[in-house]
């Protein structure tokens, strides 16, 4: 037969165990942390090369606009111009900073330096 302080006593000893094995330990915890580590690492290699293929295909984008705006100023002019020309006449909005085009032949090449390559 138990007493009432017996009862007590016995359910917080149950509640003392039970505390001790509610949380993770330190390995737990370290395991985890090692974990996102690794995925994290995976995800920063992996996004890595996002900002190059952007810059590619703003470069690409330039050139094709103004081979656009060299064709029309050609056909209404019937010469060909250079990228700040082009701007001036209101084919482009901006002069590039990327690209030049030769006012001979019309050709549009990168600027020496510039972020962008001859695609």
């Known amino acids: 037969m138990f007493t009432y302080l017996q009862g007590k006593l016995r359910g917080r000893m149950r509640a003392q165990g039970e505390t001790a094995e ?19 690492a995976i995800v920063v290699f992996s996004v890595r090369g996002i900002n190059d ?14 081979r656009t705006a060299e064709e029309a100023f050609f056909a209404s ?3 060909y111009a250079t ?11 901006a002069p590039s900073a990327w690209y ?3 006012a001979e032949d019309g050709i549009v090449t990168p600027n020496p330096g510039g972020p962008c390559k001859d695609f």
């Open 22 to 40: 509610a949380g993770f330990t330190l390995i737990e915890l370290l395991v985890v942390i090692v974990i996102l580590g690794i995925l994290s």
């Open 53 to 66: 293929k952007g810059q590619d295909s703003a470069c690409k984008t330039d050139k094709a606009t103004i």
């Open 77 to 79: 002019k019937g010469k």
């Open 83 to 93: 990228v700040d020309d082009l701007a001036g006449a209101g084919f482009l909005s």
């Open 100 to 102: 030049q085009a030769k």
